[in-house]
């Protein structure tokens, strides 16, 4: 008799599963302001929440979850342009459906959409001008996703593993002492 079984193999580690990284991203010279997490549809998604939600929660930063799709542009037939928006806004909150245990970690998150060029391949890079704009509008800092962005250093800046540990304060007076 054959059984078979859905997820994992009982005897694989689950360190080899986890093969993705989540790479983060600061605005040099921006204020400390919201966290925005792409997400692209893809399994990684996952690790990207999961880090979003924790590092929102831990720094009080308010989250933006922003789900990517390729696009071609604006259409001139607006019924076309219509049924367009429908189906990319349908494909997004099934995206978000996935992730909103994660994603609300941090409490209350918004969810934004980001259409990207359709030469763009957003499963190995996302362009960093397009999220530098969403990042100014949503009053974001740190943008979390699983691809590096491209070009890496012209608008945004890797964080290091110390930056999502919370602001470090001057250590208090000594006690006064007779």
């Known amino acids: 008799?054959?059984?078979?079984?859905?997820?994992?193999?009982?005897?694989?580690?689950?360190?080899?599963?986890?093969?993705?990284?989540?790479?983060?991203?600061?605005?040099?010279?921006?204020?400390?302001?919201?966290?925005?997490?792409?997400?692209?549809?893809?399994?990684?998604?996952?690790?990207?929440?999961?880090?979003?939600?924790?590092?929102?929660?831990?720094?009080?930063?308010?989250?933006?979850?922003?789900?990517?799709?390729?696009?071609?542009?604006?259409?001139?037939?607006a019924l076309l342009h219509l049924a367009r928006h429908r189906r990319i806004v349908r494909r997004a909150d099934a995206v978000l459906a996935a992730h909103t245990e994660a994603l609300t970690a941090a409490g209350h998150y918004r969810s934004a959409l980001v259409l990207l060029p359709a030469r763009t391949n957003p499963y190995h890079r996302l362009p960093a001008r397009t999220l530098k704009r969403l990042a100014?509008?949503?009053?974001?800092?740190?943008?979390i996703t699983s691809v590096p962005l491209h070009p890496p250093g012209r608008h945004f800046a890797p964080a290091d593993e110390r930056s999502d540990a919370p602001p470090r304060t001057a250590d208090p007076p000594a006690p006064f002492t007779t």
């Open 136 to 143: 100014a509008r949503t009053g974001a800092a740190t943008v």
């Open 1 to 77: 008799m054959i059984t078979l079984t859905r997820g994992r193999h009982p005897h694989t580690p689950l360190a080899a599963l986890r093969t993705a990284t989540v790479h983060t991203y600061t605005l040099p010279g921006h204020p400390a302001g919201g966290v925005l997490a792409v997400l692209t549809g893809t399994r990684t998604d996952r690790d990207v929440a999961a880090h979003a939600g924790q590092f929102a929660a831990r720094t009080g930063q308010k989250l933006t979850a922003a789900v990517a799709f390729r696009s071609t542009g604006l259409s001139i037939n």
